[in-house]
């Protein structure tokens, strides 16, 4: 028996290196261990990079289109998931033989059409689902270093239960009331002999056309539910405070209409001491206006007047910026110091590869001098004798350079009422 089986494995194994049959999880880019999710990303991305509607004349594409959907198709249902571990594509076409259930080889833009919602074909529908757009907080640091991250929204899904029919048992049936028109025509008595017809949504089907004897426990009969679902999100170096980022056909998804695009717009965050800054980076709370950076750094007037120290200012992504002034260089308040390729890095679509190097923009630091709230006495008092004796030697009279008058001018209005 034990012999039987290995034999009976090995001629499938042998049927599928013939055949020449791919992988499966190979043609999603997958391994045995991947997750239900994994799988459905991988399926919504290449399924619809590899569309024909997007590919027009190319039949690789199309070819690879039909494997991606016929891989989802497999793997994505428990039970011929499990045939196909055990038994490979043999198993599976053996399983459909004998009339398992699971997997039917469906039209690979019918498989399109129930994950997408809508047609199998990109605007072929009549009707296609409104745009939705939602912002997400980004932290400074994360546009400076860039960032792959993950958010999660309530989106409108197609039923897995029932398909999308709305039924528990797969049947839907015509509505009786508006022979499937989703309308009925209405008609009102005016006055005598006078008569006027509307148009009416059906209230039998709500509209649809159909009706359903049992619905769906899961979506009890709207074909939809809401679900929280996860979205990877690609924070690219420099990218600008409001980009958009649009996943198409990701938005809310019904069995009558082409999901719309689901539109992300990346929204720079008011820094965070504690949790967006676990490093302790200054960076975290530089000011950002484009490609450019801004920091202001406080100095003590001792600083100021005499210079001699350094600052070590810690980036975005923990390198250190060195700011300082020798011994006698004095930094007035408000001075501006710029620093060359210390800003955002610059968006760039290769990013930084052998064909793009990345460049960055300006750090711009504004100092502030802080002068003390009092003096000692004595230490006041011996200042006050180094300025004055100073002062005589070099010192400027600010008022007389200025050019005012020594005395204050009364107004014309002023002395004739002086006079009088």
């Not at 459905?40 to 027009?56: G, M």
């Not at 089907?205 to 929280?228: D, F, M």
């Not at 000011?287 to 007047?305: F, M, P, T």
Request: a negative charge; proline letters at 3%.
């Amino acid at each position: 028996m034990l012999f039987g089986r290995t034999a009976l494995l090995f001629v499938w194994g042998l049927a599928q290196l013939v055949l020449g049959t791919e992988d499966y999880y190979k043609v999603l880019g997958l391994n045995k261990q991947a997750t239900e999710k994994q799988i459905k990303s991988a399926y919504r991305q290449l399924s619809k990079k590899y569309h024909p509607d997007k590919n027009p004349g190319d039949d690789t594409a199309h070819d690879k289109f039909v494997e991606v959907s016929e891989a989802y198709e497999a793997l994505s249902d428990a039970e011929t998931r499990r045939i196909y571990d055990q038994y490979g594509h043999e198993g599976l076409k053996q399983h459909k033989q004998q009339g398992g259930g699971g997997f039917h080889a469906h039209d690979p833009f019918d498989v399109f059409s129930r994950f997408f919602g809508g047609g199998g074909h990109f605007g072929q529908q009549q009707r296609r689902g409104q745009n939705l757009e939602v912002k997400v907080s980004i932290a400074l640091r994360d546009f400076y270093n860039g960032r792959t991250t993950e958010f999660e929204w309530n989106k409108q899904q197609i039923c897995e239960a029932c398909d999308g029919t709305g039924a528990a048992d797969g049947k839907v049936e015509t509505c009786r009331a508006c022979n499937g028109n989703g309308a009925r025509v209405v008609r009102h008595q005016l006055a005598p002999g006078m008569f006027q017809q509307v148009q009416m949504q059906c209230d039998e089907c709500g509209g649809t056309g159909r009706t359903v004897k049992h619905r769906c426990p899961h979506c009890q009969g709207n074909r939809v539910v809401r679900k929280s679902t996860p979205v990877s999100l690609t924070v690219q170096r420099g990218m600008a405070d409001g980009t958009r980022v649009v996943y198409e056909n990701e938005a809310d998804a019904h069995p009558d209409y082409v999901a719309g695009d689901l539109i992300v717009t990346l929204v720079e965050k008011e820094p965070s001491l504690d949790s967006d800054n676990p490093d302790h980076v200054d960076g975290v709370f530089f000011r950002r206006k484009g490609d450019d950076l801004y920091w202001r750094e406080v100095l003590s007037l001792r600083e100021a007047l005499f210079g001699d120290w350094t600052r070590n200012l810690t980036h975005l992504d923990g390198h250190i910026v060195r700011l300082g002034r020798k011994e006698g260089e004095v930094v007035q308040h408000g001075q501006v110091e710029t620093v060359e390729g210390e800003g955002m890095p610059i968006w760039h679509e290769d990013g930084e590869s052998v064909y793009h190097k990345t460049q960055f923009g300006k750090l711009y630091v504004e100092y502030t001098v802080v002068l003390p709230d009092q003096l000692e006495a004595g230490f006041r008092k011996e200042l006050k004798g180094v300025f004055d004796k100073y002062r005589k030697k070099k010192g400027v009279d600010l008022h007389k350079d200025s050019g005012r008058p020594e005395k204050p001018v009364m107004s014309d209005e002023g002395r004739e009422h002086e006079e009088l």
